[in-house]
């Protein structure tokens, strides 16, 4: 089916009031397939019928279909993996420090935009692994993603091989059972994960999210355009305690965006730490 | 929300603006701005100084949403503000509501005594988007002395708005300003590429490109190949 440039540009708006998400107009092959796909599962022969359902229908409805079909949702366990070696061994390791001998053994991650949940989980393996003294942490893993879906996938936690490509040997045996095929996560690792729905450029939903040691954040900025990043980097700051890490990925930066955050290079990564 | 309701949740957001806890003062700030009332102004404006980053930046970009007359008032003010970041807030807010700005800008900062301000008067009015002929007109009127201007940075950005909403009746005065120093002859070569009409572009040809410095030459080459491309 072909569309429009100006229809493609409707539905490119919708996407952006709805999660400040930004479709360049050299992604409109990529938008014309997903659009195709939910109008043909939708049963919908036209556009103009299609675009009315997105619009005046329950906003629950095919809007989220739509915007599940659009997100990219590409994710493997310890993706960047030096990135989360700095994390694990420069950053971690000494914040942990500061904090038993501040008598506080409150640890709180956030995975922001978590997909398929092989971030969270692989945060949980990092902290299993790092902490001598896990009894006495009280350790939240808190991961969102707009997409129920992948949420649920997320939940099953059953992964396939690829999303093991980076996984070292010995976590893939003390973390991970085989069934067939695939590779079911077990309780160790899954019991401090918690998933949740949530949309970055929902203010009041965002505001929820409180009192957090670290943010990973990666590879979701660069679909944003710097208003609505601008938008989403305030409510992760907000989220954040005083000496609080921000990590982004290796393409992103906040150079335009805030001067709030102090910039650390660890090794070969850069982070960003809200001051005190 | 009746106006009651609103006054009841400005006071609320004004005492939280002022709170010991910097994650209240700017998440305050940016439903201030979400708000967009004009009674927020000053005390986003006092925003602009506070301690937390955060907070200072959260201000800046509530005050872009209070695009009202008395914003921009405030902010001109504010433009020989002796605290540099106080000077660059304001400037950004104004680039945010240039046309608003503008007639404000034009009646008197323009002319101002501090070269700097004289630069950040044009520098804003340039953002001005969506002007009507007779603004186009009274722009150009009050512009034009100032490429005579002793400061180059101001001669430059005088030169820089000439070139976006001026017509053929500036060229003369372009024209005088090629026996500047080379970057001003740059400004002159590029506003005469942008001016409309087909003297403009004459008088391009017309320009003898061995009076001119090297890099001016090059500049003229290029402006009168864009011109022909462009006809």
Known sequence: MLFSVD??????????????????????????????????????????????????DHPSAELKHLIESVTINETYFFRDFPQLQGFAESVLAPYL????????????????????????????????????DRERWQITIDASDIDTKVLEHAERGVYSERSLQDMPDVYRKKYFRQEGQNWVILSSARQLVHFRQLNLIDRMGMRSMRSYDFIFCRNVLIYFDDDSRRRVVSLLYDALLPHGYLFLGHAESLGRITASFELQKLGSFLCHRKPA | MNTDEKTAQLEELFRLLTSLDATDRRMAAEDLGILADKRA?????????????????????????????????????????????????????????????????????????????????LDIIRQAANLSDA????????????????????????????????????????????DGPIWLQCHVIQALAHIPGKRAAESLTRIDGETLAPVAKVFLTEAIESRKRAA
Not at chain 1, 32 to 44: D, F, G, P
Request: proline share 3%; hydrophobic share 50%; charged share 25%.
């Open chain 1, 7 to 56: 229809q493609l540009e409707k539905i490119r708006s919708l996407i952006y009031k709805q999660t400040g998400m930004l479709f360049e107009e050299k992604k409109n092959y990529f938008l014309a397939s997903r659009l195709e796909e939910r109008m043909r599962v939708s049963r919908t022969d036209s556009f103009n019928d299609y675009y009315r359902m997105l619009i005046f």
């Open chain 1, 97 to 132: 420090e500061k904090k038993a001998a501040a008598r506080d053994f409150n640890l709180r991650i956030w995975s922001a935009a978590c997909s398929t949940g092989e971030e969270a989980y692989t945060l949980s393996i990092i902290l299993q692994e790092v902490l001598v």
């Open chain 2, 41 to 121: 102004v000053p005390l986003l404006m006092h925003s602009l100084l506070d301690p937390v980053i955060a907070v200072r930046e959260a201000a800046l970009i509530a005050l872009k949403q209070h695009v009202f007359p008395e914003t921009c008032v405030r902010m001109i003010e504010l433009l020989i503000s002796e605290s540099v970041p106080l000077r660059n807030a304001a400037l950004e807010v104004l680039q945010a509501m240039a046309a608003e700005a503008c007639p404000m800008l034009l009646a008197g900062p323009l002319y101002s005594l501090s070269a700097d301000v004289r630069k950040f008067s």
């Open chain 2, 135 to 178: 603004e186009r007109k009274l722009i150009v009127e009050r512009v034009r002395p100032l490429v005579e201007d002793s400061d180059l940075n101001v001669a430059a950005a005088a030169i820089e708005v000439l070139a976006q909403h001026g017509d053929e009746g500036i060229i003369d005065s372009l024209l005088a300003r090629l």
